[in-house]
């Protein structure tokens, strides 16, 4: 049979698409659509990814369960529930779904979410971490623990999921075609490649379920820069999730607050991808987004902002379901030492003392070394797949 891949995404979220690049890349048979998105964002693809002919599809649209019908294998990066339950349903069960996993899974680990990950035929994680996640929330002993590479565990319904830990194919992507700071420099406006500079990333507010919405720390930022915490000396990258356009008001308070203290900035919430300016930043400030896990493979200091003051002191590397667990990798600014966060950033930039931990994590959270080739066959041992053949 055919080995074709059909790859999509669900709405705004340009970001997850950048996860199945190079699976597309390496698929010689393959096929790609956006879900339910508006044409201005059809555009913002089309224009990032000129070599890709995208279809697109509204969630109600009739053609579309025809089209993914026809397909064998059909993999994605974010269509969690909404898939699972109004299309999933109405489509033929001999079809394999497979979810690639944006990032590591850290913001969000209570079990609800985390098992969003698992209600596909392949699940592909980055490594050790987000398997370890699983066996935490399903109360699994270590000793009863396997990270063979594929693995495949069973459900209780009889159902078999493949687990493929991939590591991050994304950043080895962009490192193989890695442009010059030249290059990404002269396409950023209002920065003075002169100056030390720092990327502020924050995420947006919500959590899934819309139960708690102070995930994002642009308010504690804003403190921040009125009360002269931050410095005029830096060039300042502001890369917003794709979710904040839905929050106008704090990202307006947010461009405000940056031309008030006349420093160099330049922000980006949809446009590009967040590695280039990764590559050409001194130091990252961020809160708990998970983009800060690709960050550690350019080898540079982090700040975290804990501006709900809720980060735990005593803070261990086997706290891995606490959402505060990457904030070990860096110094933190909370409402404690708000006072001396200007010597923080100071500090965090001329002495850069966690570089042993954040390899530490690198190398426990990302299982590098296959190429998305390797990985894609990988795929093609699922039951399912094998049984299609006979």
Request: aromatic fraction near 14%; charged fraction near 25%; charge should be positive.
């Amino acid at each position: 049979m055919s080995k074709k891949f059909t790859f999509f995404i669900i709405g705004p979220s340009h970001h997850h698409f950048y996860y199945l690049v190079p699976f597309i890349n390496a698929s010689s048979e393959k096929e790609y659509c956006v879900i339910g998105a508006t044409s201005a964002y059809h555009d913002i693809l089309r224009k990032n990814f000129p070599n890709l002919r995208l279809r697109t599809f509204q969630p109600n649209d009739p053609k579309l369960l025809e089209y993914f019908n026809s397909c064998d294998v059909i993999l994605h990066s974010n269509a969690y529930t909404f898939f699972e339950k109004n299309i999933r349903p109405k489509l033929s069960p001999s079809i394999i779904f497979g979810f690639l996993n944006h990032g590591i899974s850290g913001k969000f680990t209570d079990s609800g979410y985390v098992k969003t990950n698992y209600l596909w035929d392949i699940t592909v994680l980055a490594g050790k971490k987000d398997l370890d996640i699983l066996y935490e929330i399903e109360n699994i002993p270590q000793s009863k623990r396997s990270y063979r590479n594929p693995l495949i565990i069973k459900t209780g319904d009889g159902k078999k999921i493949l687990i493929i830990q991939a590591g991050n194919l994304r950043i080895q992507s962009y490192f193989s075609a890695r442009p010059s700071r030249q290059e990404i420099f002269s396409g950023i406006k209002r920065i003075d490649p002169r100056k030390k500079t720092v990327l502020y990333m924050p995420t947006f507010s919500y959590n899934p379920g819309h139960t708690k919405k102070n995930y994002c720390s642009i308010p504690f930022f804003i403190r921040l820069l009125k009360e002269g915490k931050i410095s005029t000396d830096f060039n300042y990258i502001v890369k917003l999730h794709p979710n904040l356009i839905y929050e106008k008001e704090i990202v307006q308070a947010l461009g405000l607050a940056l031309k008030e203290q006349s420093i160099y900035f330049f922000i980006d919430i949809i446009g590009h991808d967040y590695l280039k300016y990764m590559d050409i930043s001194d130091l990252l400030i961020t809160d708990r987004t998970s983009a800060f896990y690709d960050f550690l493979y350019f080898d540079k200091p982090i700040i975290f902002l804990d501006h709900n003051n809720e980060c735990p002191e005593n803070l261990t590397f086997k706290d891995i379901t606490n959402s505060y667990w990457g904030y070990q990798c860096g110094y933190i600014i909370s409402g404690k030492n708000f006072d001396t966060s200007d010597k923080v950033i100071e500090k965090a930039i001329v002495d850069d003392c966690f570089i042993e931990k954040r390899n530490h994590v690198r190398n426990y959270c990302f299982e590098d070394g296959l190429s998305p080739e390797a990985i894609l066959q990988m795929m093609l041992t699922h039951p399912k797949y094998i049984s299609k053949k006979h």
